[in-house]
């Protein structure tokens, strides 16, 4: 999992006012590194506005829409960590932001990963909490 998560596409003690404001965060990751065309990040507000990302634990996946493949250069992963939480509606806090961009059908094993890893309450603790890059890459990786 590290060729997609790397320490530099982590974030750390982010803060963030709205989920819009989140959601355009973790997606700067992913343009700032290549992974992504900047409009990418139109396409993770408007799969936001179909369906929230939120998947409970304190955590939300955002990424884009089916019609969003065009914009993927490679597949990758930003972690953005908020640790006073932004509301992503209806009283769902969220601490920790997974950005996603997959090529073809890569971001299937992408989430199932992540989904390995975020369903482990101390996981998302450990990440919540984590003070280094390094420490949320050490999470991850332990997951095969």
Known sequence: MTEILSKDNVMLNANVGTKEEAIRLTGSVLVEKGY???SY????????A????????FVAIPHGTEDSKSFVKESGISIVQVPDGVDF??????K?????AGKGDEHLDILSK???????????E???KANSAEEVLAIFEGVN
């Open 36 to 38: 992504v065309d900047e």
């Open 41 to 48: 990040i139109e396409k993770m507000l408007e799969r936001e």
């Open 50 to 57: 179909l369906t929230s990302t939120y998947m409970g634990n």
């Open 89 to 94: 509606g209806g009283g769902n806090i969220v």
């Open 96 to 100: 920790l932001l997974i950005g996603i």
């Open 114 to 124: 992540i989904a390995i890893v975020c369903s482990e309450e101390e996981n998302i």
């Open 126 to 128: 450990s990440l919540v």
